[in-house]
């Protein structure tokens, strides 16, 4: 059976405002929601999606503020279910996410103990650290065969990377053995994350 999808009254603005309102009320020091404490009720679905490109849209409308954008993102969860929420203390709502939540939109490469760091800039403001807490994983999507790289930003929620900043990633590349099988990888903060085999990169390259 399908789930109901309700319909906010008022704009993104009005929904932002109550949100703001829900998560004050738990007294919590400033800094991010602590949203996999909470566990509301679920009240369905609303009219928002986040886009691949990372454009947040509430009723088919483009939600243009920055400031809104961000607040939503950080009472976002996606649940073990697979879904995507935005959570209060006392509200879960589901929204639509076409591919992750997030997009990493820039890189800075930095040196520790003589090794890479990768940190990275999301779309919404979040600066991320490219580790052990946070790897990277890639994704070879679709006919075209295309290099989709995700890196981990909290939860279960990741950032999809965006092309520029893939091709400084693939430019730090390097082979490296794997379990018996040399493949292209990228290294930060004492991490390995493979790539793709790398007789696979050569075969693409020709």
């Not at 400033?30 to 509301?40: A, E, F, S």
């Not at 639509?96 to 999301?122: C, H, I, S, W």
């Not at 794997?178 to 693409?204: D, K, N, Q, Y």
Request: charged share 25%; with cysteine; net charge negative.
């Amino acid at each position: 059976m399908a789930e109901a999808e309700i319909q906010w009254t008022g704009d993104a603005a009005g929904l932002a405002a109550l949100i703001a309102r829900a998560a004050g009320q738990t007294g919590e020091a400033k800094g991010l929601p602590p949203v996999d404490r909470w566990n509301p009720p679920f009240c369905g679905d609303i009219d928002m999606e986040i886009r691949s490109d990372g454009t947040w849209f509430y009723m088919g409308t483009p939600i243009g503020r920055q400031p809104l954008v961000r607040l939503f993102s950080t009472v976002l969860r996606k649940d073990d279910d697979g879904k995507t929420y935005l959570i209060t203390p006392v509200e879960k709502v589901g929204i639509r996410v076409a591919d992750a939540p997030f997009v990493a939109v820039e890189m800075n490469v930095t040196k520790r103990d003589g090794e890479n760091v990768l940190t990275f800039r999301t779309n919404v403001g979040d600066v991320v650290e490219a580790g052990p807490e946070h790897p990277l994983r890639f994704v070879i999507h679709g006919e075209n065969r295309e290099l989709k790289p995700y890196l981990h930003v909290r939860g279960r929620l990741e950032a999809l990377v965006s092309r520029p900043v893939m091709y400084d990633i693939v430019e730090l590349g390097e082979a490296i053995p794997v379990h018996g099988t040399e493949m292209f990888c990228v290294r930060s903060a004492g991490s390995v994350f493979p790539i793709m085999p790398a007789a696979e990169l050569e075969a693409l390259s020709r």
